[in-house]
């Protein structure tokens, strides 16, 4: 079983629509959760950032981390054409720098 | 806050030559640094961390003398692909950790994706 597993789709949906992204882990030592996105040719861009278990919403966005089913999730209300990228989840544990990383969700938004 | 530059963002060279890739952390300190390579596609494979003023810790069946890694600031970590191969055409992408840890996430460099012609 990897580490973290993230459905790489790919998710199409109709501007203005809630995107859900979501990935499992099996390590139970992760405490560090992060959101990135990707654009095509660039660098991973942080989107949001959770220590241990509970929501935060930053905008657009709303990151949820349930450490009891060792399940995260991403929303993303009101989409836009500009959020199609590749969003990869990724974690950590306490005191470990190196990240785990889900294979990523490419989300196409249609206009 | 939390800026990483990746030079050059492409670059193009002939088999057998070298290739050296900076990164730099432009408003923070990093003691560790992290390089990737990513295929088409695929998400990120962590080739090796870089500790300041430290040697690099290199992944499994990841070659040491192929990918040198240079850590010699706490704002500077440069990796350079040696006798550069067409096999080693990828995209590069370098990660910093800032000083006190996870706090604040990682921030990734912009990429580096090299052509070997």
């Known amino acids: 079983q990897k580490e973290v597993e993230q459905d790489p789709g790919p998710l199409s949906v109709p501007e203005g629509a809630i995107v859900s992204l979501n990935c499992t882990y099996s390590?139970?030592?992760?405490?560090?959760f992060m959101w990135y996105r990707q654009y095509s040719r660039k660098g991973p861009e942080l989107l949001m950032y959770?220590?241990?278990?509970g929501n935060k919403e930053d905008g657009r966005f709303t990151a949820q981390v349930d450490k009891s089913s060792k399940y995260i999730s991403l929303f993303i209300r009101d989409s836009q054409p500009s959020d199609s990228a590749t969003y990869l989840c990724?974690?950590?544990?306490?005191?470990?720098?190196?990240?785990?990383f889900g294979k990523g969700n490419q989300v196409v938004v249609i206009p | 806050g939390a800026v990483v530059s990746q030079h050059p963002s492409w670059v193009i060279c002939k088999s057998g030559t070298s290739v050296k890739i900076e990164c730099r952390s432009l408003?923070?300190?990093?003691?560790?640094m992290f390089w990737y390579r990513q295929f088409p596609k695929q998400s990120l494979m962590l080739m090796a961390t870089?500790?300041?003023?430290?040697?690099?810790?290199?992944e499994q069946g990841v070659e040491k003398d192929k990918f040198l890694i240079n850590h010699a600031s706490l704002t500077l970590s440069t990796l350079t692909v040696t006798s550069a191969h067409p096999e080693d055409s990828s995209f590069y992408i370098c990660?910093?950790?800032?000083?006190?840890?996870?706090?604040?996430?990682?921030?990734f460099g912009s990429g580096t994706r090299l052509t070997v012609v």
């Open positions: 990660s910093a950790v800032p000083v006190g840890g996870l706090g604040y996430g990682y921030t």
């Open positions: 390590n139970s030592a992760f405490q560090y």
């Open positions: 959770t220590y241990s278990s």
């Open positions: 990724a974690m950590s544990a306490q005191g470990n720098n190196r990240l785990a």
């Open positions: 408003d923070f300190q990093a003691t560790t």
């Open positions: 870089s500790n300041e003023g430290s040697k690099a810790t290199y």
